[in-house]
């Protein structure tokens, strides 16, 4: 049975394919009240058919993990809030497998892969056209009812743990060369890449502007450079990521709060840009976004606001406008992210700021949620053991 949180098997029986040395119990973080992570002895999961046993050798913290501890959305766990269920978050990690399911002879115990959220359920609308990210069954596997659903980390258990179950639709492997704390971050460039690539269409040629140089930002930078456009241009208030953001290929950076930044893009563009990234997600870059987008464009939403929002609908619909928004890293836009990472078209290791030992993940979540000392992308190494917060 898959790593459902209310039918975790309970038997110390070594699971089909592992290597010698998977244990009966292992130490994982879980969900307590709202805000509140504490670390429990779980029985190691067992891989069901198409499932991998994944030993996790390094997770990052994204900003949807801090709104789980505090909100539970978007988490859904046995049809609720997933506080007190004994449940594990994380979602960006990689690791080495340690066990195989029932026929499973994609992977090869040993093999260092890293992830992707989600595998959709196979049979509802949106899967059956690739979208997975949008399945109808989110969230439907727990107790009798198992819809066939699984997102690690949000209705199922996830990385803040030393193993997890992985279906190998969701699993890519990690070159030799390539550090645990750079695998961590395909799926950050995995939204990305869905973002421009499978749902917006990016030609070579075509201008882009990213809003808001968070780790999604930084690396939509480095995504739509490697894919060819033109320019790349960068909006954004801290001027040390907006030097990151440089160094991954942004041909313009703009300060908004030394310059206009819609008549600085018009000015750089033409009529403004072909593609507008928001991924910071308030009132008013989703207007800025709108007035520098030229006619015809695309703007992405890749960040959640957190109230309701007005902005220029007017403006949006007598230019042709299009607007949509994403959800994970869906049509396995993670393999070609991969692809692009291990032939170095960009170093996604620059937005990684902070490594912490797995002991001190209460102190990780705080440095990722308050910024502290300047942390960008802050990751959890279960080979770390001394404390410090050093990259």
Same mark, same amino acid.
């Given at each position: 049975?898959?790593?459902?949180?209310?039918?975790?098997?309970?038997?110390?029986? !070594?699971? $089909?394919?592992?290597?010698?040395?998977?244990?009966?119990?292992?130490?994982?973080?879980?969900?307590?009240?709202?805000?509140?992570?504490?670390?429990?002895?779980?029985?190691?999961?067992?891989?069901?058919?198409?499932?991998?046993?994944?030993?996790?050798?390094?997770?990052?913290?994204?900003? +949807?993990?801090? #709104?789980?501890?505090?909100?539970?959305?978007? =988490?859904?766990?046995?049809?609720?809030?997933?506080?007190?269920?004994?449940?594990?978050?994380? $979602?960006?990690?990689?690791?080495?497998?340690?066990?195989?399911?029932?026929?499973?002879?994609?992977?090869?115990?040993?093999?260092?892969?890293?992830?992707?959220?989600?595998?959709?359920?196979?049979?509802?609308?949106?899967?059956?056209?690739?979208?997975?990210?949008?399945?109808?069954?989110?969230?439907?596997?727990?107790?009798? /009812?198992?819809?066939? $659903? !699984?997102?690690?980390?949000? +209705?199922?258990?996830?990385?803040?743990?030393?193993?997890?179950?992985? *279906?190998?639709?969701?699993?890519?492997?990690?070159?030799?060369?390539?550090?645990?704390? #750079?695998?961590?971050?395909?799926?950050?460039?995995?939204?990305?890449?869905?973002?421009?690539?499978?749902?917006?269409?990016?030609?070579?040629?075509?201008?882009?502007?990213?809003?808001?140089?968070?780790?999604?930002? %930084?690396? &939509?930078?480095?995504?739509?450079?490697?894919?060819?456009? @033109?320019?790349?241009?960068?909006?954004?208030?801290?001027?040390?990521? *907006?030097?990151?953001?440089?160094?991954?290929?942004?041909?313009?950076?703009?300060?908004?709060?030394?310059?206009? &930044?819609?008549?600085?893009?018009?000015?750089? +563009?033409?009529?403004?840009?072909?593609?507008?990234?928001?991924?910071?997600? *308030?009132?008013?870059?989703? *207007?800025?976004?709108? /007035?520098?987008?030229?006619?015809?464009?695309?703007?992405?939403?890749?960040?959640?606001?957190?109230?309701?929002?007005?902005?220029?609908?007017?403006? %949006?619909?007598?230019?042709?406008?299009?607007?949509?928004?994403?959800?994970? #890293?869906?049509?396995? &836009?993670?393999?070609?992210?991969?692809?692009?990472?291990?032939?170095?078209?960009?170093?996604?290791? %620059?937005?990684?700021?902070?490594?912490?030992?797995?002991? #001190? %993940?209460?102190?990780?979540?705080?440095? =990722?949620?308050?910024?502290?000392?300047?942390?960008?992308?802050?990751?959890?190494?279960? $080979?770390? @053991?001394?404390?410090?917060?050093?990259?």
């Amino acid at each position: 049975m898959p790593d459902d949180l209310s039918t975790a098997p309970q038997s110390h029986k !070594r699971p $089909h394919g592992s290597g010698p040395e998977v244990p009966a119990s292992m130490r994982a973080w879980v969900l307590g009240n709202p805000g509140e992570m504490k670390m429990i002895d779980k029985p190691v999961p067992t891989p069901g058919r198409a499932e991998v046993l994944v030993r996790v050798d390094a997770v990052a913290i994204c900003a +949807t993990d801090l #709104e789980i501890l505090e909100y539970g959305t978007p =988490a859904l766990v046995e049809g609720g809030a997933p506080f007190n269920k004994d449940f594990t978050p994380g $979602h960006e990690y990689m690791g080495t497998v340690a066990a195989l399911g029932p026929g499973v002879d994609q992977f090869a115990v040993g093999d260092r892969v890293t992830v992707e959220v989600h595998a959709g359920c196979g049979q509802c609308k949106r899967c059956r056209m690739g979208m997975y990210t949008s399945c109808h069954n989110y969230g439907q596997n727990y107790g009798d /009812h198992d819809k066939g $659903h !699984r997102a690690n980390g949000f +209705t199922t258990n996830g990385g803040f743990a030393e193993y997890v179950v992985n *279906n190998v639709n969701t699993m890519i492997r990690v070159p030799d060369d390539m550090s645990d704390e #750079e695998a961590t971050l395909v799926v950050t460039a995995g939204t990305s890449m869905y973002g421009l690539t499978e749902l917006g269409g990016l030609v070579a040629g075509e201008s882009v502007v990213v809003i808001g140089p968070g780790p999604i930002g %930084l690396l &939509a930078v480095a995504v739509a450079k490697s894919l060819g456009a @033109s320019p790349v241009i960068l909006v954004g208030t801290r001027d040390s990521r *907006n030097e990151i953001g440089r160094k991954l290929g942004a041909d313009y950076i703009i300060n908004p709060r030394e310059e206009d &930044a819609v008549a600085r893009v018009k000015e750089l +563009t033409g009529k403004g840009a072909d593609y507008v990234i928001d991924c910071a997600g *308030n009132e008013t870059t989703v *207007n800025q976004s709108v /007035h520098m987008t030229n006619r015809g464009g695309r703007i992405c939403l890749a960040a959640f606001p957190k109230n309701k929002v007005n902005f220029d609908l007017g403006a %949006l619909a007598v230019n042709n406008i299009y607007l949509y928004g994403i959800r994970g #890293e869906g049509r396995s &836009a993670t393999h070609r992210a991969m692809a692009f990472m291990a032939d170095r078209r960009f170093d996604a290791g %620059l937005v990684h700021s902070h490594t912490f030992p797995m002991d #001190e %993940l209460p102190t990780a979540l705080k440095y =990722a949620a308050e910024r502290i000392d300047d942390a960008i992308k802050v990751v959890v190494s279960m $080979h770390k @053991s001394t404390s410090g917060g050093d990259k």
